[in-house]
């Protein structure tokens, strides 16, 4: 599944290109992703722990464990989705608290990287919107009772649009009537609120 590239451009923008498949850059921007441990020089080491181990080939059990590292430290390096949660300021910041601690379980794919703003700080707020959403590879709008009235929240998906940023809906009160973004298209569908749900839609791309 391709997401935007994590790249920057000569003048220190996002690059607005999607990614390679298993990158987290697109073919312009390749050589600033960051260098993986040689998988190989760690299979070599640990085949010196290995031979250590009664009645088992060192070069097997170095292997192994060159392998297990080399997974390892790869999906260490991979960094995280970094999403932006957009929510009505006024009645739904509880919402946000709450998604704010599912991401710190062990088995999150994403980091916050901010969130929502109210519409009168200083100076051009909706530039300063566009400015945070560049910074981030996907935007969670959470849907409350009065998210149609969040001109804040509008803003942010109609910025997401233009930037081609991936954005998706998903529902912050079960037993309430939650409502769209004005800027939400007829086809963005508000997805139930689940771990699982959440996991699967990150990284997905689409805005369905």
């Not at 959403?133 to 997401?160: F, M, N, P, S, W």
């Not at 991936?166 to 769209?180: D, M, V």
Request: net charge positive; proline share 3%; with cysteine.
């Amino acid at each position: 599944m391709k997401i935007k590239c994590n790249g920057r451009t000569k003048n220190g923008d996002r690059c607005r290109k999607r990614s390679l498949e298993s990158s987290r850059f697109c073919h312009m921007h390749q050589a600033q992703a960051p260098k993986e441990n040689n998988s190989l020089g760690l299979a070599i080491s640990g085949g010196a722990i290995g031979a250590k181990v009664a009645g088992i080939p060192g070069a097997l059990v170095g292997a192994g464990i060159g392998v297990i590292i080399g997974q390892s430290t790869k999906k260490e390096i991979l960094s995280k989705t970094k999403v932006l949660i957009s929510f009505d300021y006024d009645y739904d910041s509880d919402l946000k608290k709450l998604l704010l601690g599912q991401s710190q379980k062990s088995d999150t794919p994403f980091e916050i990287e901010d969130w929502s703003v109210k519409e009168h700080i200083p100076g051009d707020w909706k530039a300063k919107v566009r400015s945070r959403l560049k910074r981030v590879d996907q935007v969670i709008v959470i849907c409350g009772e009065y998210t149609h009235r969040a001109i804040g929240v509008a803003e942010e998906v109609k910025i997401a649009q233009e930037e081609s940023i991936p954005y998706f809906l998903i529902k912050g009160r079960s037993s309430k009537n939650c409502t769209k973004p004005t800027t939400a298209k007829a086809s963005d569908i508000i997805h139930k609120w689940t771990w699982e749900k959440l996991k699967f839609l990150i990284g997905d791309g689409s805005n369905k």
